[in-house]
């Protein structure tokens, strides 16, 4: 089975968590568009009536474009379920989130829901955080500096970060829907994730970081031969 059938049948399976009347948080990537795709079809059919908060301009389109009633945190700034990607997440439900570069986003709407279900295949389960870069968003001014105060921070804490500005098209830099940037920070391992975030987030420049933590209450993951709940069902 490929990665992307593995996505699709975790995004079905998250749908028996929405019930009616909810209002949700819709996370970004490829894994989360199968959930609107998913969502969309019900709202149609009319077996689900709810309301969501897309985390990014691109999911905004996709809930649109499939029918999805949409919201926004000003006007429903408490929402009863998130469902999101994940670039990586461990057993104690930890995510590294910003692959896509809608970090920001997509942690204020986890942030302001109940209760946060991620969706991925397999292979985004890991023993241990890191493997994958992190992704660090910061504001545009004084962004080298910031730079240079991130790897101080992550050399304190014993690692080795190598830092890339994430590039966008026609070799300018990466854009947020926020109008920030990104910095890729590859680190091979991260033994301490809650060092490493309170450390980043107390850095002047700094937006936010891409590791989600106490976020999740479950994941539901996919892999060749079966679908399996982490945590809460």
């Known amino acids: 089975m490929s990665a992307d059938n593995q996505k699709r049948l ?21 894994t989360a568009a199968h959930f609107v795709a998913g969502l969309g079809e019900r709202v149609r059919k009319g077996h689900l009536d709810v309301v969501g908060v897309p985390t990014s301009e691109a999911t905004h389109k996709l809930a649109v474009q499939h029918g999805v009633p949409l919201t926004t945190l000003d006007e429903t700034p408490e929402l009863d379920l998130t469902v999101d990607g994940a670039d990586e997440l461990d057993g104690s439900l930890r995510l590294v989130k910003g692959g896509g570069g809608a970090l920001l986003r997509e942690k204020i709407v986890a942030a302001a829901s109940a209760r946060m279900v991620v969706i991925a295949d397999a292979s985004k389960v890991v023993e241990r955080l890191g493997a994958f870069p992190l992704p660090i968003e910061v504001i545009p001014f004084g962004q080298r500096a910031t730079a240079i105060a991130i ?15 994430r590039m966008g098209a026609a070799d300018a830099p990466f854009r947020t829907d926020s109008g920030n940037l990104i910095y890729d920070c590859d680190l091979s391992a991260i033994p301490d994730p809650e060092a490493l975030a309170d450390a980043l987030s107390g850095i002047p420049g700094v937006v936010e970081h891409g590791l989600f933590i106490g976020l999740c209450s479950a994941a539901v993951i996919a892999g060749a031969d079966e679908i399996r709940v982490m945590g809460k069902d």
């Not at 079905?12 to 909810?22: I, K, Q």
């Open 10 to 30: 975790a995004a079905e399976r998250a749908l028996t968590f929405v019930t009616s009347g909810m209002k949700l948080g819709l996370g970004t990537g490829s």
């Open 151 to 165: 790897d101080k921070a992550a050399r304190k804490l014993g690692l080795d970060p190598v830092l890339h500005l």
